[in-house]
């Protein structure tokens, strides 16, 4: 993989060093036709080719606010699509806009997939695999950086300024009620209660430990890796009690309350936002400071609009608002939206609807 240099001066008059620029690495598995599968916030029918293109257009939209602002960084995407045709003309349209703006697509197989017959966020510890195949063959002191799709960078600088050294891992804390289980599912979420429990019963860990995110994990290739041995380390162990737990949070979590992985809580620099009139979440204060927002309710919405405009070559506007972080937070709906916003909003949902079923209807082309 090539790697571009940056300069940078660790004072005025110091000797200029050297170093890889970071690498920013979304990951995508793209389910095969027999697999089961539920992810709660798609808001896309459920065939696989359909759930991908709505993922593909998010990774379109967190690329290209990466371009307008200029960042210097490389971008990839690690994904099992090696045949383009499994994700059919829109999804392999998309990946050839990702590929204009410098995208590079990894390919990755899925090899740490969760025990047992899991459907709840089922591909969640792909980023495991993400991490492997990114590493591999880069500099030590090189920044990585694993993004869940559904976000945007909205201050790349501010990000990159963040970036960890030595055997830390940054990531996001969210601060879960000790006994609420967000996975949301009785038999396969765990609450930070219960993960802490788990920790004390295996390493005399901690016993209500921060819940570790899973959209964003940033570190060095060497951390990176150690932090994947960390987490099969532990399945072994669970596996040998009879035990799991299927989903990347969850297992990130018992990894840093065991001790196993040093996390960095970065939270003051980038958060998970509840957007829309329905959301009962907390609110974020001061969203305008963050550098990365990840916007799970903004799929169907403004991060498909926004992928829309890119795929047309319609990037100027997308620039100014990136450029102004009140812009941005009105374009993808972080500091909510009064009623016409709203009625906006619906207005042009109804449309994509209609022209769907449109272009369903028309006879396809032999």
């Known amino acids: 993989m090539p790697t571009e240099l940056a300069t940078a001066s660790r004072s005025p008059g110091a000797t200029e060093i050297q170093r890889p620029i970071p690498l920013v690495v979304m990951y995508l598995y ?17 065939s696989a080719a359909r759930v991908a293109v709505r993922y593909l257009e998010c990774a379109l939209a967190q690329a290209a606010s990466l371009r307008v602002a200029d960042a210097a960084c490389d971008v990839s995407l690690a994904t099992n699509v090696t045949d383009r045709a499994v994700i059919g003309r829109d999804g392999a349209r998309l990946i050839e806009s990702m590929e204009d703006l410098g995208v590079r697509i990894l390919p990755t197989e899925y090899l740490h997939r969760p025990g047992g017959d899991t459907e709840i966020y089922v591909s969640s510890r792909y980023v495991l695999d993400a991490i492997v195949a990114a590493a591999t063959d880069q500099p030590s002191e090189r920044a990585l950086w694993l993004t869940d799709l559904d976000c945007i960078w909205v201050n790349p600088q501010l990000m990159f300024a963040s970036a960890t050294a030595g055997p830390e891992i940054g990531c996001i804390h969210i601060g879960y009620d000790p006994d609420w289980d967000p996975v949301g599912f009785d038999d396969h979420g765990l609450t930070r209660r219960a993960i802490g429990e788990l920790a004390v019963a295996m390493d005399g860990g901690e016993e209500v430990p921060p819940w570790v995110g899973g959209e964003l994990l940033t570190g060095t290739p060497g951390a990176l890796r150690e932090l994947v041995g960390a987490c099969e380390e532990l399945d072994a162990a669970l596996a040998a009690e009879g035990k799991k737990v299927p989903t990347e949070e969850q297992i990130l979590t018992l990894a840093g309350a065991t001790g196993r992985v040093r996390f960095r809580d970065l939270s003051h620099l980038a958060r998970r936002m509840s957007t829309g009139p329905r959301n009962l979440a907390a609110i974020v204060e001061d969203p305008l400071a963050l550098g990365l927002w990840h916007l799970p309710s903004e799929k169907g919405l403004s991060l498909r609009r926004t992928a829309r405009e890119v795929q047309r070559g319609r990037t100027a506007r997308l620039r100014r608002d990136l450029s102004d972080p009140a812009r941005a937070a009105r374009r993808f709906n972080v500091e909510g939206a009064g009623p016409l916003r709203r009625a906006q909003d619906d207005g042009w949902l109804a449309t994509q609807r209609v022209l769907a079923l449109a272009n369903s209807a028309l006879p396809r082309r032999p």
Do not use: I, L
């Open 30 to 46: 793209v389910h095969g036709q027999e697999e089961d599968f539920f992810y709660p916030t798609v808001r896309a029918r459920s």
